[in-house]
Every structure is written in structure tokens, then in C-alpha cells.
């Protein structure tokens, strides 16, 4: 019977203090996160980078709890996902950076006998940095001989934009119905420079179709796209998370949505509970509640189910104009 290992792929976090400034040395390694040519400079430029923001971000890591809960939420996820498809498949992380690395899931996946594989990014929209990244990082490790399919993009997938609406819906019904219609929807999403947008980088059109498609089937009318977590001076996408919340939460109820985000992480406990949060308190917000990351919604296991089977039949969704080459 054949064997299909299933590479659930992130960029994965550090598990302790500890682990904060190796995470973000591995991380800013990456020529795709930092695109200028610095060739063989790169590991020093890296190691600068890191060294200078391991304190700030080892802070930020301590106020949610020490560690990033993004690796034991992917396992859970790994877990439900292997439950769902049954016989005949394994579920293995593969973290872009940390543990556990791209590589350590491969070799996992071999031992169990698997023949082929399945590339399931766990970004919902295609970027250079964060998809791309990973499979061709998954492409190093992988036998060339075995079969591999690879799933890009599934920004517009129905299962995902369904679980997406129904997790919005959930939390819409929390709020006061005397606040509820004026409510201020925020889709936030990880940010990118605009230098990468400009080289024709897919992301910010993909971001628009999953919230415009989730807040049509939450029946939301009115909402707002922002982007979060900017690194360095660089121009990036805008609006900015915070400033557009500091400039228009006054008076109604603020609910955000971490539509690129499928997991707790540093970008959900921090930039948005904790960062958002204060800047809806800051500008007088009625209140504020935040969609939690889609985890291991029945409903959102079940659209990955149905990701890996169409992938596993030749219908992967894939990045217009972003296809790797050929293996």
C-alpha cells in the first residue's frame, strides 16, 4: 500500500527564550526575506540583525508566555489532519526555521515508509518568503525520486473561506446587537515590502480575495484590510494595523481577523491581542474582539483534507506566475 507523507509547512518559532536569537539568525538567512544582494555577507548581515533584535523580540516572546505556541499548534493540526485522511497517510512538520527543520521532517517521514508526499504550506496565500521559501527547501530535502506534489496557493479554496467565515460569524455573535451593525471588521495580515510587491509578488491580491470571500459568507458588508508586524525603515503594505485602529475605533466595536494566519503565534498573542488591542483601547473602541487563528476547527481539517486529496490528484492550487521550476 502506498505510503503519502503530508509536510504541513511554517515558518515555525522559537519554543523557548533560549531559542529567540538561533530562530531569528536562521530566519533573516533566508535570501527570499531579505532579497538585496549581499551574497557572502549575508551570514554576517544576519547575525547583526539577530544579535540586535533577540532582546526586543525575546520581550515580546516573555509577555505570551515565553515561547512561541506556533510548533505545538501545527503538531495538533498535523495530528487532526493524519486523523482525517486515515490509512495510508502521515502528517510531518516542516518549519522553515527551528524545530522541527524541513529536513528532520523528511527524514521522519522516510522511516515511516513513505513513497510520495504532499507539499501543504500552511500559509493560506502565496508569498515569496513564506511559500515559495518553504518548498524549495522541502524540494532540497525530498528524495528526487519520489513523487511530490505541491499545493502553492489556497487563498480562494471554499473549505478554508467557509471555516474563515464561520470563526468570524462565531465571534460577530458575541458582540452587542446595539453595537454589532456598526461593527469595524479588520482582516490583518503579515505585512511585506513594497519592494517585493513591485517584482510582482502575488500575496496582497490573495489577501483581498480571502477577506472580500470571508466577509461575504459572514454576511459582513462593511471591512478593511490592514497589514501588521513591519521589520526595519523599509516601505511596506499599509495600512498599518495599529495607526488605521488608532484613527477609526473610536466609538464602535473592533473585530480583527488574522485572515494570512492559521496558527497562535507571536503575530496573533502579540500584534494583535496585545498591540491592536491597545490601539483600539487607546482611540476609544467600545470593545474589541479578535477571530482566533482557524487551529483545529473541524471544519478547517477537513478543508485541508480535501487541499492534500486534490493535490494528490493533480489539482493542486497554484501561484499564478509563481510556479518553481521542474524537479
Not at 506556533?70 to 503538531?75: D, F, R
Not at 461593527?183 to 505585512?191: R, T, W
Not at 480575495?209 to 525603515?233: D, L
Request: hydrophobic share 45%; aromatic share 8%.
Amino acid at each position: 500500500m502506498a505510503h503519502t507523507a503530508v509536510f504541513l509547512m511554517n515558518l515555525g518559532g522559537p519554543r523557548s527564550l533560549a531559542e529567540v536569537e538561533p530562530y531569528l539568525y536562521e530566519l533573516f538567512s533566508d535570501p527570499l526575506l531579505i532579497s538585496a544582494p549581499f551574497g557572502p555577507f549575508r551570514p554576517l548581515l544576519a547575525k547583526l540583525i539577530s544579535k540586535l533584535r533577540a532582546s526586543s523580540s525575546a520581550e515580546k516572546y516573555a509577555l505570551i508566555g515565553g515561547r512561541s505556541p506556533l510548533v505545538e499548534g501545527t503538531e495538533a493540526q498535523a495530528r487532526a489532519l493524519e486523523a482525517a485522511l486515515g490509512p495510508g497517510y502521515s502528517c510531518h512538520l516542516a518549519m522553515r526555521c527551528g524545530h522541527p527543520s524541513t529536513e528532520l521532517g523528511v527524514k521522519e517521514a522516510l522511516r515511516r515508509g513513505a513513497d510520495r508526499a504532499v507539499a501543504l504550506p500552511l500559509y493560506p496565500q502565496w508569498a515569496n518568503a513564506t511559500t515559495l521559501s518553504s518548498l524549495i527547501e522541502l524540494r532540497r530535502c525530498w528524495p528526487r525520486d519520489l513523487p511530490l506534489a505541491e499545493i502553492c496557493t489556497w487563498h480562494d479554496h471554499h473549505g478554508y473561506l467557509d471555516a474563515s467565515a464561520a470563526a468570524l460569524r462565531e465571534v460577530l455573535a458575541e458582540v452587542p446587537a446595539a453595537l454589532r451593525e456598526q461593527a469595524l471588521v479588520v482582516f490583518s495580515a503579515h505585512g511585506l515590502p513594497m519592494s517585493q510587491v513591485k517584482k510582482g509578488d502575488p500575496y496582497p491580491g490573495y489577501v483581498e480575495i480571502s477577506s472580500r470571500e470571508t466577509a461575504r459568507r459572514a454576511g459582513v458588508a462593511s471591512w478593511q484590510i490592514t497589514y501588521q508586524s513591519k521589520v526595519g525603515p523599509a516601505r511596506w503594505l499599509g495600512p498599518d494595523t495599529v495607526q488605521f485602529l488608532e484613527a477609526n475605533a473610536a466609538g464602535r466595536a473592533v473585530v480583527t481577523v488574522p485572515i494570512a494566519f492559521v496558527s497562535e503565534h507571536l503575530e496573533t498573542l502579540y500584534d494583535m491581542d496585545i498591540l491592536a488591542r491597545a490601539a483600539s483601547e487607546k482611540a476609544g473602541a467600545a470593545l474589541y474582539r479578535r477571530v482566533p487563528a482557524l487551529g483545529t476547527r473541524p471544519d478547517f481539517i477537513a478543508a485541508l483534507a480535501d487541499l492534500v486529496h486534490r493535490g494528490m490528484a493533480g489539482q493542486g492550487m497554484a501561484a499564478e506566475g509563481q510556479s518553481l521550476p521542474p524537479r
